[in-house]
Nanobody, 122 residues
Framework: VQLQASGGGWVQAGGSLRLSCAAP????????MGWFRQAPGKEREFVAA????????NYAESVKGRFTISRDNAKNTVYLQMNSLKPEDTAVYYC????????????????WGQGTQVTVSS
C-alpha cells in the first residue's frame, strides 16, 4: 500500500487545516488507518485512528474534541480535520495503514506515508 499525505502548512494558533492521505489501490477499504505525528526531538506519537469501515474512531487525549478523522473508501482517502490548532500541534504528520482496526500502536502499522509538515505559530 502506497500512502501519499498532503495538506500540511503554516497556520496561526486557533486556525484549521485538513490533511489528506491517498492510498491508490483496491485494498484500501480493508485497512485500518491512522495518523501519527513527530515533533523535533520527540518520539512519533499516535494522533487518531479509524476502522476499515469508518464506523469506529480513536483519538489521543491531546487532540480529542479538536481533530476529526474520517475516510472515504470510494476515493481511497483518509482525512484529518484539525481545528483550534495550538503551537504544540507543530510536527510532521504521518498517515499509516494497518491490518488491525483503530490501533494506537506504531508497531501495528505496516505502511507509512512520507509525512507532511504542520506548523502552528502563536
Amino acid at each position: 500500500v502506497q500512502l501519499q499525505a498532503s495538506g500540511g502548512g503554516w497556520v496561526q494558533a486557533g486556525g484549521s487545516l485538513r490533511l489528506s492521505c491517498a492510498a491508490p489501490g483496491r485494498t484500501f477499504s480493508s485497512y485500518g488507518m491512522g495518523w501519527f505525528r513527530q515533533a523535533p526531538g520527540k518520539e512519533r506519537e499516535f494522533v487518531a485512528a479509524i476502522s476499515s469501515s469508518g464506523i469506529s474512531t480513536n483519538y489521543a487525549e491531546s487532540v480529542k474534541g479538536r481533530f476529526t478523522i474520517s475516510r472515504d473508501n470510494a476515493k481511497n482517502t483518509v482525512y484529518l480535520q484539525m481545528n483550534s490548532l495550538k503551537p504544540e500541534d507543530t510536527a510532521v504528520y504521518y498517515c499509516a495503514a494497518a491490518d488491525v482496526n483503530y490501533s494506537r500502536l506504531t508497531r501495528d502499522y505496516g505502511y507509512w506515508g512520507q509525512g507532511t509538515q504542520v506548523t502552528v505559530s502563536s
